[in-house]
T-cell receptor, first 110, second 112 residues
Framework: DVKVTQSSRYLVKRTGEKVFLECVQD?????MFWYRQDPGLGLRLIYF???????EKGDIPEGYSVSREKKERFSLILESASTNQTSMYLC?????????FGSGTRLTVV | DQQVKQNSPSLSVQEGRISILNCDYT??????FLWYKKYPAEGPTFLIS?????DKNEDGRFTVFLNKSAKHLSLHIVPSQPGDSAVYFC???????????FGAGTILRVKS
């Protein structure tokens, strides 16, 4: 089974802080994704990557950046955290159309 | 522009009865449709999928129906069990574009 691991389950950060969310997958998948989940809005795509050092903007990239230095690791960066970035963040990796998600990071920005 | 819509925010069903979750989409170019189940504080887990060239796919208690002319799909759970209580997300995948688009989710509560 593919395993997608997100380093933190819960995070509390202050407004203006730079925040790093880490994600690691163990199945050598080329495609990795970052989503955020908000009530009533479902899962919205922030960024994705189809190869090392390659990245593409999703539907809501503003305020975020990403890094993919190694195939197995995809990091989401909040350059200057704001309260409207309080959310559940979900990382996923993909083979064909099958997506596997991590357990999520619940980020609260105060 | 919401390409995948789940118009029912929640559904409550008695244990043993059928649960029907609905989903509508606007883009006829989607290649696959998927249902994911999500418990609180966990990531979504894949439940069942259907290719755009099929109209039905069944896996145990779960059946997905696709009506392409109506751009509508539904997930049937029979019989419903209390452990099925979760948020269900409908999602659509298009190979061109490399993206999975999600609906807003439906909270299913199965009462014992």
């Amino acid at each position: 089974d593919v395993k997608v691991t997100q380093s933190s389950r819960y995070l509390v950060k202050r407004t203006g802080e730079k925040v790093f969310l880490e994600c690691v997958q163990d199945m050598d998948h080329e495609n990795m994704f970052w989503y955020r989940q908000d009530p009533g809005l479902g899962l919205r795509l922030i960024y994705f990557s189809y190869d090392v050092k390659m990245k593409e903007k999703g539907d809501i990239p503003e305020g975020y950046s990403v890094s993919r230095e190694k195939k197995e690791r995809f990091s989401l960066i909040l350059e200057s955290a704001s309260t409207n970035q309080t959310s559940m963040y979900l990382c996923a990796s993909r083979l064909n159309y099958g997506y596997t998600f991590g357990s999520g990071t619940r980020l609260t920005v105060v | 522009d919401q390409q995948v819509k789940q118009n029912s925010p929640s559904l409550s069903v008695q244990e043993g009865r059928i649960s029907i979750l609905n989903c509508d989409y606007t883009n006829s170019m989607f290649d696959y449709f998927l249902w994911y189940k999500k418990y609180p504080a966990e990531g979504p887990t894949f439940l069942i999928s259907i290719s755009s060239i099929k109209d039905k796919n069944e896996d145990g208690r779960f059946t997905v129906f696709l009506n392409k002319s109506a751009k509508h799909l539904s997930l049937h759970i029979v019989p419903s069990q209390p452990g099925d209580s979760a948020v269900y997300f409908c999602a659509a995948y298009m190979e061109y574009g490399n993206k999975l688009v999600f609906g807003a989710g439906t909270i299913l509560r199965v009462k014992s």
